[in-house]
């Protein structure tokens, strides 16, 4: 069956990195575009980061552009969220996703997505 599993969240202070992966399986991964997403407490969906089937065209939030690369391995079927620099307002549940379609911003084209992995930053 088709799975997206997170992983790499965690506790960190604020200027601190982390790098999320998410594991692909059930389906062709290279195919696929991958996005990242995150969810606040009580906010909604909002785009982080997109990558090409390939791996040669990125794009990210103006929130985060600079301190989150995108990356992904097809090969191994990874996608990875590399996050530096990290501030608390980067609190959130992280999700990837993919479609088989073009990069998107919009997470209901996304046909499949992952459990989240939580990242916490304090101040």
């Known amino acids: 069956q088709v799975q997206l599993v997170e992983s790499g969240g965690g506790l960190v202070q604020a200027g601190g990195s982390l790098k999320l992966s998410c594991a692909a399986s059930g389906f062709t991964f290279s195919s696929y575009t991958v996005g990242w997403f995150r969810q606040a407490p009580g906010k909604e969906r909002d785009f982080v980061a997109t990558i090409s089937r390939g791996g040669g065209s990125t794009y990210s939030a103006d929130t985060v552009k600079g301190r989150f690369a995108v990356s992904r391995d097809n090969a191994k079927k990874m996608a990875y969220l590399q996050m530096n620099s990290l501030k608390p307002e980067d609190t959130a549940v992280y999700y990837c996703?993919?479609?088989?379609?073009?990069?998107?911003?919009?997470?209901?084209?996304?046909?499949?997505w992952g459990q989240g992995t939580q990242v916490t930053v304090s101040s």
């Open positions: 996703a993919a479609r088989v379609g073009a990069s998107s911003r919009i997470p209901d084209v996304y046909e499949y």
